[in-house]
């Protein structure tokens, strides 16, 4: 099985049930009524930590005894990442390890992640970036939320301060099993090679996705009739490039270049995208399904490679993708006939009045564990549901 560690790195090139207390934020009142969190006020809570991954420069950590809660240092500004990740807990299950169990159960299968980051005396626009992920035990869906010091310090934890974010995640049917991952990660030289950042609090609540109404407006892209200004992208030099399908029965595709020798194991990566889909707003949440399809026969889906939904806003200061990763025949999988749409949901930081949202569709051909670069995946149709607060 490949490691979260060699995943991550490949990867990388609630609504509230009680009133707000004087001065409490809405995410602040999330994490109190979160329906498991760690509070790391005695030690990790179970948390591993992981600080020397393969091909990175070595970072550090641990806990933070007069913070209480869990730093990760990194090592350098030019190729570092360091993880902290918890226990697998079952969402509909009372908890086995140490943890603090909230007053409500869980509602249904869209969950939402709030962590509390705090910033030692780091300028916010030379920290790392931060990236916070919810995974299936078998990692056949990773849900993440991405933080990069970019564009100006709103709603970046400022010095000495701390700000929370929100990470969300869809389980589909028969999957309960879940972690949460804290990542910090260093690639750029503008950024302070040895920022330590602190992960102080970590909650998850259920939310029934029937309580936020109507939408208040949606946007929908069918890529069977137009490209919708979507274009190929790659990253030539870096990993293989793939070749780009346009089905006017599938929409836009891609999978491993007929050109390719079989026998380079180079991974493949592309992706078609688009800058300014539509404008967001930080008194919203937006559901963004993404219907997908593959060439795969119903008894291959092994056989499908990565692919993953992503989004960012124009600034680049915020992000988060939906990945998949066909694991084991009983993952859900888009075959040949047979789409499947997911839902990617995405909670703007309250302090960002506005941004464009970019939006891209990726596949990762790694030819690992059976899956197949030439198998192309689709894109049939985008759907932006914004839902106001």
Request: with cysteine; net charge negative.
């Amino acid at each position: 099985m490949k490691s979260a560690a060699w995943r991550a790195g490949v990867f990388l090139a609630l609504m509230s049930w009680a009133t707000l207390a004087p001065g409490e934020t809405e995410a602040e009142r999330e994490l109190k009524h979160s329906t498991y969190s760690f509070t790391f006020n005695l030690g990790e809570d179970g948390w591993t930590k992981n600080v020397n991954v393969p091909g990175f420069d070595p970072c550090e950590g641990g806990y933070e005894s007069g913070r209480q809660g869990i730093g990760l240092t990194t090592g350098s500004n030019t190729n570092s990442f360091a993880y902290y990740e918890s226990p697998l807990f079952d969402l509909y299950s009372p908890p086995t390890f140490k943890v603090e169990r909230g007053e409500r159960g869980v509602s249904d299968r869209l969950f939402r992640g709030i962590l509390s980051i705090y910033n030692p005396n780091t300028d916010p626009m030379k920290i790392p970036t931060l990236r916070f992920r919810a995974s299936l035990e078998d990692f056949s869906q990773t849900s993440a939320y991405i933080v990069n010091s970019t564009g100006d310090n709103k709603a970046l934890p400022l010095v000495n301060g701390t700000i929370l974010y929100r990470v969300w995640l869809f389980l589909p049917p028969g999957q309960d099993t879940i972690r949460l991952d804290y990542d910090v990660l260093n690639f750029d030289p503008s950024d302070a090679p040895h920022a330590k950042m602190i992960l102080t609090d970590a909650g998850i609540s259920g939310i029934d996705p029937a309580d936020y109404g109507p939408p208040d407006s949606t946007l929908d892209l069918d890529f069977t009739t137009s490209a919708h200004g979507f274009t190929q992208r790659s990253v030539p030099g870096s990993f293989g490039v793939p070749e780009f399908l346009h089905s006017g029965t599938k929409g836009l595709g891609l999978h491993r270049h007929p050109d390719k020798p079989e026998t380079d194991p180079a991974v493949d990566f592309g992706f078609w995208g688009k800058e300014n889909v539509t404008t967001i707003y930080g008194d919203s949440i937006y559901r963004i399904s993404w219907t997908i399809e593959s060439d795969a026969q119903p008894t291959e889906k092994l056989k499908v490679p990565v692919f993953r939904m992503r989004i960012n806003t124009g600034s680049l200061q915020f992000g988060g993708f939906l990945s998949v990763d066909s694991r084991d025949e009983n993952s859900i999988i888009p075959t040949a006939g047979n789409p499947v749409t997911y839902d990617q949901w995405y909670r703007p930081q309250e302090q960002i009045e506005s941004d464009s949202l970019i939006l891209s569709f990726d596949m990762i051909g790694t030819g690992l564990e059976g899956e197949d670069p030439n198998v192309p995946v689709y894109v049939r149709s985008i759907s932006i549901n914004r839902y106001i607060f």
